[in-house]
């Protein structure tokens, strides 16, 4: 079990740019969280998918950010227009069905830096 | 809202001793989760051990425990005869038991030196 896969490991972007972070859940997983790690703190929590379903999105910001996860595929993280303050660690977890009090398996994390 | 809160942004431990790290959180819910979660430099999220809030016995896996104290609201981490290996960052998160959000604490910078 490769466990919960995050690609890229860095990615940098110039401002105003795209970018796209993919998350591959554990096998047999079928929720997907996403959470955002500011330098110095701790993760908060952005949106939380199955399926073809945005769950709870609470946590994103309203512009710039959206999240799916498809049938077929990795879940995906884009953030348009990127700006200096999007730069963060961003963590991907999953858990299979019902079982999110066993606080999930995070993958290693994308590090995006915007310059 | 739930709040979690560490208090101390680093510690310090001599290989071979213990060290306790604390966390306290405020909820209204009766059912909820609690959990550390170590962070070595590598940034991968390592969950360390984890408490069920109905259950009165304190959670242990292998050097790690707890000390749960739920009327305080208290989940403090206890590392026995620490290892070169036990430093990173450790995060304490809590989840209700309705929801599917971890809330996590802001960490303690754990060093563990010779």
Known sequence: NAGVMQNPRHLVRRRGQEA??????????????????????????????QKENIIDESGM????FSAEFPKEGP???????VVRGDSAAY??????????????????GTRLTVV | AQTVT????????????TVT??????????NYYLFWYKQPPSRQMILV??????????ATENRFSVNFQKAAKSFSLKISDSQLGDTAMYFCAFIP??????????????????
């Open chain 2, 21 to 30: 790290l604390s966390c306290t959180y405020d909820t209204s819910e009766n």
């Open chain 1, 61 to 64: 910001p309203k512009e710039r």
């Open chain 2, 49 to 58: 051990i984890r408490q069920e809030a109905y259950k009165q016995q304190n």
């Open chain 1, 91 to 108: 963590f991907c977890a999953s858990s299979p069905r019902d079982s999110t009090n066993y606080g999930y398996t995070f993958g290693s």
């Open chain 2, 6 to 17: 560490q208090s101390q942004p680093e510690m310090s431990v001599q290989e071979a001793e």
């Open chain 2, 97 to 114: 038991g309705t929801a599917s959000k971890l809330t996590f604490g802001t960490g303690t910078r754990l060093q563990v030196t010779l």
């Open chain 1, 20 to 49: 796209r972070l993919r998350c591959s859940p554990m096998k047999g997983h079928s929720h997907v969280y996403w959470y955002r790690q500011l330098p110095e703190e701790g993760l908060k929590f952005m949106v939380y998918l």
């Open chain 1, 75 to 81: 879940s995906i993280l884009r953030i348009q227009q």
